[in-house]
């Protein structure tokens, strides 16, 4: 049955996936992105492309309404919107871990105050967050960016309670290594050749550029069609892992103790420092 489906983050990487996936699959499809001009590949293939900066709260309330007043009903909403600070806990400035948590959860999570209304209404719908398993796992110079996903996980976790009553499901997405040019869009701080850091930034920087050699990542289609599986199934699961090293990482960081952890991520920055 064909859904009204909103996608934030729709002008690149899995948000983009998961639009034309949609739109294929005959669904209506609003794509979400700062940038119209981003998504006019979206709309040639029969989306429909809404300018929303998810950090604007007035803008995200009032688009979301004109969406609302144009279809009726919200069937999903798709939070993909989010990018990723890397550096020393130390030599990230307070502005940017802000910025990081305002993308990442707080805008996220006025897009969705935005559709629980309707969705109330309606009772029936289904939020997808696009975690990562970043949102479970961990590792050097990722605190900001690993902070707001697992701040996300028990967002969503909670959510999924408050929402129960009204036939709304609320869905994870642990997306693993994917080929959506992260580490060239991150706002990092691995280049300052004066820190302190330097030689685990370097081993961090040559870790991330080795996951965007051929076989290393998964493309953004193989989110895309978790993604649509989760809006099929009548019930669905609360997590799906998908992706290159997804569920592989997962399960080490389930068996493995923190110090085992710890000594697993440490041994890969020595040998990756030879």
Same mark, same amino acid.
């Given at each position: ?46 989306? =429909? !492309? ?5 950090? /604007?709260? @007035? ?5 979301? #309404?004109? &969406? ?115 580490? =060239? !869009? ?5 280049? /300052?050749? @004066? ?5 685990? #930034?370097? &081993? ?71």
């Amino acid at each position: 049955m064909k859904k009204i489906i909103i996608i934030t983050g729709a002008s690149s990487g899995i948000g983009k996936a998961t639009a034309l996936q949609l739109i294929k699959e005959g669904h209506t499809v609003y794509g979400v992105a700062r940038r119209l001009e981003h998504m006019k590949e979206l709309v040639a293939a029969g989306g =429909k !492309a809404i300018e929303i900066d998810v950090t /604007d709260h @007035n803008q995200v309330h009032s688009q979301i #309404k004109k &969406i609302i007043e144009a279809e009726g009903k919200i069937d999903v909403l798709v939070n993909n919107a989010g990018y990723a600070v890397y550096g020393p806990i130390e030599e990230v400035s307070y502005e940017q871990a802000k910025r990081q948590f305002d993308v990442n959860l707080f805008g996220l999570a006025e897009v969705t105050k935005a559709v629980l209304p309707i969705m109330r209404n309606q009772q029936s719908g289904s939020i997808i967050n696009v975690s990562s398993i970043g949102g479970k796992v961990y590792g050097p110079l990722g605190a900001w960016y690993n902070a707001s996903k697992f701040a996300l996980e028990g967002w969503s976790d909670c959510l999924r309670l408050d929402v129960n009553q009204f036939g709304i499901k609320v869905i994870v997405i642990q997306p693993g290594v994917i080929n959506t040019g992260f580490a =060239k !869009a991150m706002d990092h701080h691995l280049e /300052d050749s @004066n820190s302190p850091y330097k030689e685990l #930034k370097q &081993i961090v920087a040559k870790m991330m550029q080795n996951t965007s050699k051929p076989g290393q990542y998964s493309e953004p289609s193989v989110i895309a069609k978790t993604i649509s599986k989760a809006i099929k199934s009548k019930k669905p699961k609360t997590r799906y892992a998908a992706g290159k090293m997804a569920r592989q990482t997962l399960l080490a960081r389930k068996l493995l103790s923190d110090k085992a952890f710890d000594k697993m991520f440490l041994n890969m920055v020595k040998n990756y420092g030879k």
